[in-house]
């Protein structure tokens, strides 16, 4: 593993006084790495912390714990453990993996370190690709892991990424260094599992190095997917901004630019969490944007919400709540969109942002709220009665905001007036009589 030692000093350029954080469950990889960076200490003035996560799902997790903690009291390695109490999500591993790495983080912080090892190695990005070609991914997805990845205050490091477990477990043996063994890496119920122990050993048994080309596949599709983002991200200036996608900007780009624009703004999302996702989620995004519809919602994992307003596309995490008010009208009125309606003495525009009544022909006094479920407005100009929800489509007004719209009502309830956008029977023409003129801006 004199290699590993190279590659640290060398490449990733590791030095004196540098402090390491290194994910350490126990089992052979992660025990190999803490051997190997303890070692180093010896020629470089090195402060390592073990973060052990306590996964609490299996009786050997409390001997493990202590494995780890009297391994490294032994050979003056401070000890951090973090412990599940309870899990929320029903994927397990999704949920365990992100609360290791917010584990990790605080850790980062609390020392001021420079570098996160994580003990990957080649069959471990062997496995990845090959999960991700069966599932589906983006073209950074089927690349598998980073050997480094660039956060801002630090980085995560691989350093095992050349060697395989058959490498690991030779290395430990011949050091007579002991690791605990998790069971249920036997079990074939995990997808990760199978690939581990029928796929890798076919395929090495084909070609023993094997583990080296997928790694230089990997960094082949990861040159490409490289040059393909910078020219995605030239186009998504123009074309997404605050979480939102402009729809006919987006239809002039070439189609490999438009799935992989597609495929940035979630990895936006997700970072490094590429394996939420899958190229099954840009089509469900794709399938929206073609659609005929102009109003579609999907929700993609982690609470991802992706809805489509005409010509608009939005991101967001939270689905924005109604807000619903009522508000008694008198002189003037600021509405929670920021707008407001005054009652003005003469106006000479005839838009929809003025509305004249005659109070001979209302019931006093006037209110202001949002819509309600099948709220119906007699059109000006029509011979009955319109649904607002209809008159918010004909004038293409985005979901969100057909929920604050404001909404003039007289006491009796009948809707006299939609701000902007529509007026009713009872508005009155310049040369009618009329004593109200209502003003929305």
Request: proline share 2%.
């Amino acid at each position: 593993m004199n290699d590993v030692v190279e590659f640290l000093v060398n490449d990733i350029k590791v030095k004196n006084g540098d402090t390491i954080v290194v994910a350490v469950s126990g089992g052979p990889d992660s025990m190999a790495l803490l051997t190997i960076v303890s070692r180093l200490r010896n020629d470089l003035d090195l402060k390592i912390i073990c973060a052990h996560v306590h996964h609490n799902v299996r009786r050997e997790s409390d001997n493990e714990a202590i494995f780890v903690k009297e391994f490294c009291e032994k050979n003056d390695i401070l000890f951090e453990m973090m412990k599940i109490e309870e899990y929320n999500e029903d994927n397990f591993h999704n949920q365990a993996r992100e609360k290791r790495y917010q584990f990790f983080e605080a850790l980062i912080k609390k020392y001021h370190a420079e570098y996160l090892f994580t003990a990957h190695h080649g069959d471990d990005l062997m496995e990845t690709i090959l999960m991700r070609m069966v599932r589906g991914s983006t073209l950074r997805g089927y690349a598998g892991f980073l050997t480094v990845v660039e956060r801002e205050n630090y980085k995560i490091v691989r350093p095992l990424i050349h060697h395989t477990k058959e490498d690991i477990i030779c290395y430990l043996k011949q050091n007579n260094i002991n690791w605990v063994e998790d069971q249920s890496n036997l079990k074939d119920v995990y997808t990760r599992n199978r690939f581990r122990k029928y796929i890798i050993p076919q395929l090495k048994s084909e070609k023993r190095n094997v583990h080296d080309k997928f790694y230089k596949f990997s960094n082949i599709l990861i040159q490409y997917s490289d040059y393909v983002n910078q020219q995605t991200q030239k186009a998504m200036i123009q074309v997404y901004k605050n979480h939102t996608l402009d729809l006919l900007k987006f239809r002039l780009l070439e189609k490999l630019l438009q799935r992989n624009l597609l495929a940035m703004i979630l990895e936006q999302y997700y970072k490094d969490d590429l394996a939420v996702i899958s190229d099954k989620h840009i089509t469900m995004i794709e399938d929206m944007i073609n659609s005929e519809k102009s109003n579609l919602t999907i929700q993609l994992p982690k609470q991802l919400i992706v809805r489509k307003d005409y010509q608009f596309i939005h991101f967001n995490y939270d689905v924005k709540k109604v807000n619903t008010y009522c508000y008694k009208l008198e002189n003037n009125l600021l509405l929670p969109n920021g707008k407001k309606i005054i009652r003005v003495e003469q106006e000479s525009s005839n838009s929809n942002d003025i509305c004249r009544l005659n109070m001979n022909d209302i019931h006093l006094p006037l209110y202001v709220r949002t819509r309600k479920p099948g709220d119906s407005m007699a059109v000006k100009g029509l011979n009955g009665h319109k649904k607002i929800k209809d008159i918010f489509i004909d004038k293409k007004i985005p979901i969100d905001e057909r929920n604050e719209w404001p909404i003039v009502i007289d006491s009796l309830g009948n809707i006299v007036w939609i701000p902007g956008i529509k007026k009713s029977k009872f508005d009155k023409s310049k040369k009618e009589k009329y004593d109200i003129i209502l003003k929305y801006e």
